[in-house]
């Protein structure tokens, strides 16, 4: 979108050949995010001061550019001027609008944070830490939005938790910073067995884990992390964010009053792939985003993604891998394409293309109830994609 905007700035700077100043709001309001990027540009299409984004700044320029022209777009006709003739107008600079997109993202999502807190009046926060990639890229940013003394990470490691995921959701918060408490869900889910599984026998149903995968089963456990993070919250009085990403939003990878549980869902607008780019991009450029030493333990980045609530699980089990997943969400949420289109262009298998979509549009009543999430794509979820949750309306690959 930044390429946009200077490409329209250009184009009256150079057809009216005037000096354009553009001011630009900064910050976020809910789910939308003000870049700044304020600019001048000269007559001839050049970008001579620009400030900051994402900052509130105070640009200051001064031009000798002679007497102003009139404007081409005036409604009333005046005799011709010639152009402005410019003296020690300052050189052409480098536009920070033109950034790298993860460096852009990473400070969209930094100011969306802190402003949702700082207008709601929350002065800390609290996540749940996984060990994973998800929470350990949300945490990054919270830390660099509100300071790392003002963020409280959770580990609540279950039956079928690994090793590694307390480490390093630990190692995380030790090089970031933050406070790392631990509650353990196993006592909480052990004496949920026997209550849940005599009613489940009454109603003529298996028990809970009587075979795997179980729903039923997985869901509890992440419900009781969510009940032990707003536990915290009502008890702290801090903001619980959700650190669920936009390919799990977008096909219902996710738990209602479990993972989504929360205030802000920080990275509802960025996809798997971008979560590792950013991932990279904050670890190799630390030192310029303020943290003291990489943050995100390589184990977090490289290992396979998992919700851990069954044995050996990872979310291939049930997804196809993310690269896919991610050009048919990008093609049929922000691009808009009808499923047929995307299984001719992409060339991937007309069932699969359809079963994402359908999944895509089935999870539309969760994501109706999600936390606000912040705005970064051309098409966001909530405001910016209105669907009905109840209709009958397929479209198909096939």
Partial sequence: KSARHRDILRRHATNHRVFVA???????????????????????????AAARGFESEVLVIDLDAGEAPASSLSARAAPPVPPPVARHIPAPVADPALAAPEELAFHALRRGVADYCKKTGFKSVLLGLSGGIDSALTACIVAAALGPANVLGVGLPGPFSSDHSVEDAR?????????????????????MRPPLDHAFHDLNQPALGASLPDLAEENLQSRLRGVVLMALSNRAGSLVLTTGNKSELAVGYCTLYGDMNGGLAVLSDVSKQLVYRLSRFINDNFESLGF??????????????????????????????????DEIIDRYVERRQHPARIASETRFDPALVDRVTRMIDLAEYKRTQAATGLKITSVAFGPGR?????????????
């Fill in 292 to 325: 003291a030493v990489p943050p995100i333990p390589e184990r977090s980045i490289t290992k396979p993604p998992s919700a851990e609530l069954r044995p050996n699980q990872t979310d291939q089990d049930s997804l196809p891998p993310y690269d896919v997943l």
């Fill in 22 to 48: 553009s001011v630009n709001q900064v910050g976020g309001n809910d789910d939308l995010v003000f870049d700044g990027h304020s600019c001048v540009i000269d007559p001839g299409g050049s970008l001579i």
């Fill in 171 to 191: 190692e995380l918060a030790a090089r970031l910073g933050v406070r790392f408490e631990i509650v353990q869900i196993n006592s909480a889910f052990e004496a």
């Fill in 386 to 398: 209105r669907v009905p949750i109840a209709q009958r309306w397929r479209p198909t690959a096939r």
